[in-house]
């Protein structure tokens, strides 16, 4: 069973801090270090008195979107080589 958080008025999908950094493939305090610089999308509701929550198209969306993201065949996804 893997239960997910849905926004009642909006059907949307909504993550914590770490459904987020593991879309990314960072670890949470990644994500949070990012969030606290404004380089990510802003939370869309929180879940309780301190837990964020994200839409979960939003966060996909900026992360391949993202410079310097990992996404597979993302346009502006570059492979460097080592100059000599």
């Known amino acids: ?10 059907q949307r999908v909504l993550w ?5 950094a593991a ?3 960072i670890v949470s305090r990644t994500w949070t270090s990012y969030c606290s610089e404004g380089r990510t999308p ?3 509701a929180m879940l309780g008195k301190g837990s964020p929550l994200w839409d979960a198209e939003e ?3 900026w992360h391949a979107n993202r410079s310097g993201s990992p996404v597979k ?3 502006t996804s570059t ?6």
């Open 1 to 10: 069973m893997k239960p997910m958080i849905i926004d009642a008025d909006t």
């Open 16 to 20: 914590r801090v770490d459904d987020c």
């Open 23 to 25: 879309h990314c493939g």
């Open 42 to 44: 802003k939370a869309v």
């Open 59 to 61: 966060v996909k969306h």
């Open 73 to 75: 065949n993302h346009p």
């Open 79 to 84: 492979v460097r080589k080592r100059q000599k």
